[in-house]
């Protein structure tokens, strides 16, 4: 295994981490890229999930079921805290 030396990028104390073969590098640094771009798509899927639920919170007529502590509506899961 080759040895790298660090020169444009600053990556701190992870030394150990900077010993890659040059492939294995391009690799890890695609599969980041990869993650990145996958994280972005998730992340607007999540967004977009959440706006539906609360549209569809906000045309529910709640049935709540009381815990102790809280309560949870059975139609669209909504939890309300029940402690002031
Ligand atoms: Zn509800």
New binding site residues.
């Given amino acids: 295994m080759k040895v790298l030396k660090k020169k444009r990028m600053n990556l701190g104390k992870r030394t150990a981490k900077s010993i890659y073969d040059s492939d294995e590098r391009e690799n890890s640094m695609n599969r980041v890229i990869q993650i990145k771009v996958e994280m972005k798509q998730l992340e607007t899927q999540l967004e977009q999930l959440k706006r539906e639920l609360n549209i569809f ?1 906000e045309n ?5 079921v009381k815990t102790d502590y809280s309560q949870q ?6 939890i309300e805290s029940l402690q002031w």
């Fill in positions: 919170r529910c007529n709640h049935e709540f509506c059975t139609k669209c899961h909504l």
